[in-house]
């Protein structure tokens, strides 16, 4: 199979984008560079410009339209080129079917993303996700963020939740009831291959690999009531992060740097975030406002993401824990919003509501969300791999 090549030419990129043509889109002040796509011809043109138009506009920095700056020409599965704003980018990938075209199309669209703003796309990051089929029936499954090739995990007929992707980007783990009481599982989704982490008496939920891939942050009951520990996986040994006698853990995440492990706790009777420095396994309480604070998430820039319940709604908000609560925004109007996830680009964000999933533009003037796909279901947990 042929592989994707870059080719970076000409010079200049940087004053060319910004003397670039925008439109403008639907929050004051957001702009885009206009692509034009004009490849036709081989297999599955179709699907290949669907897709590419799919992701260019999803990562916010481009609008799909005529008479564009950067002109997208050629045959899937032949060349196709990228020409503009100072760049070209061709890509030689092999085209057999609509999926390979589509696979063909995320992958130039990452470059494009890249070659244009620096920034790294999310094109061929998966997202896993839940689809709720009944009280005791939920299976697991993972599509691209442009909401093709949705693919089914599981199929046991039993509860499946909390996908987390490991740093690898094709290990998830998730709590399963497999066995009633609920366990962790390790599932390899290149190969299928499933795993359970460890037996523990009790309730084992929640786990989070940490960013080096040698330790994990799980919930465990064994002890008594819920609790925050960290799992070797050389070892197997554990070690407990907190100490809360009357309240319960959930859904850890960790810091960039491996050092912290953001949490949720129950302590007050109101859900509230909390970070724990696992060199020193003392606590700290981060928020305040609002009365329930869940679903964290920590990018790699260090910012946090959640969900806040004001007023009886829940809204996705973010905040640099370094500077505090102060620094929350809300980047969704008020909803059922819950378990937001980052993307690798650090600004978009995937989130479930209303039995579906959307795609979030954190930015000030970014877009509104973005519906994944239309498919009927039950959608919810979402997680993108980064």
């Known amino acids: 199979m042929r592989q994707f090549v870059c080719a970076f030419a000409l010079c200049a990129a940087a004053s060319a984008i910004a003397a670039a043509p925008t439109v403008h889109v639907s929050k004051e002040g957001a702009s885009r560079v206009v692509v034009s796509i004009e490849t036709a011809g081989g297999k599955s043109a179709a699907a290949f410009n669907r897709s590419l138009k799919r992701n260019l506009e999803l990562s916010g920095y481009f609008q799909v339209g005529p008479n564009g700056q950067i002109r997208v020409t050629g045959v899937p599965g032949g060349a196709v080129t990228a020409t503009g704003a100072g760049q070209q980018i061709t890509s030689s990938a092999a085209v057999t079917d609509d999926k390979s075209a589509r696979k063909a199309a995320r992958a130039l669209s990452d470059a494009i993303v890249q070659a244009h703003t620096g920034k790294r796309g999310f094109a061929q990051d998966r997202i896993a996700f839940v689809n709720r089929k ?6 697991l499954y993972m599509c691209y963020p442009d909401g093709f090739d949705i693919r089914q995990l599981t199929s046991d007929g039993r509860a499946a939740v909390g996908p987390r992707w490991a740093p690898n980007k ?35 939920t929640g786990a989070a690999v940490s960013p080096d891939g040698k330790t ?21 040994r554990v070690s407990r992060m907190t100490r809360t006698q009357g309240a319960s853990e959930a859904s850890p995440c960790w810091s960039p740097d491996g050092k912290q492990i953001a949490y949720v706790s129950d302590g007050t009777r109101h859900p509230q975030i909390y970070i724990v420095d696992v060199a020193t396994r003392k606590s700290r309480r981060l928020t305040n406002m609002g009365s329930e604070n869940t679903n964290p998430d920590w990018d790699a820039n260090g910012k946090l993401v959640w969900c806040t319940k004001r007023g009886g709604q829940n809204y996705v908000a973010v905040m640099d824990p370094a500077q505090g609560e102060g620094s929350t925004r809300l980047v969704t109007d008020a909803g059922s919003w819950e378990h937001p996830s980052w993307a690798a680009d650090g600004r978009h964000v995937v989130a479930s509501r209303d039995k579906a999933l959307f795609i979030i533009d954190t930015e000030p003037e970014g877009d509104r969300p973005a519906r994944l796909f239309m498919n009927a279901g039950n959608w919810m947990n979402p997680s993108w791999s980064r």
């Open 216 to 236: 994990c942050a799980i919930v465990l009951s064994y002890q008594g009531n819920p609790e925050l520990y960290v799992l070797d996986f050389a070892t197997k």
């Open 134 to 139: 009944g009280p005791d029936n939920a299976e």
């Open 170 to 204: 094709s290990d998830i783990y998730y709590t399963g009831f497999l066995q009633r009481t609920p366990l962790v599982y390790r599932l390899d989704t290149a190969t299928g291959r499933r795993s359970l982490l460890a037996q523990f008496k009790g309730l084992a």
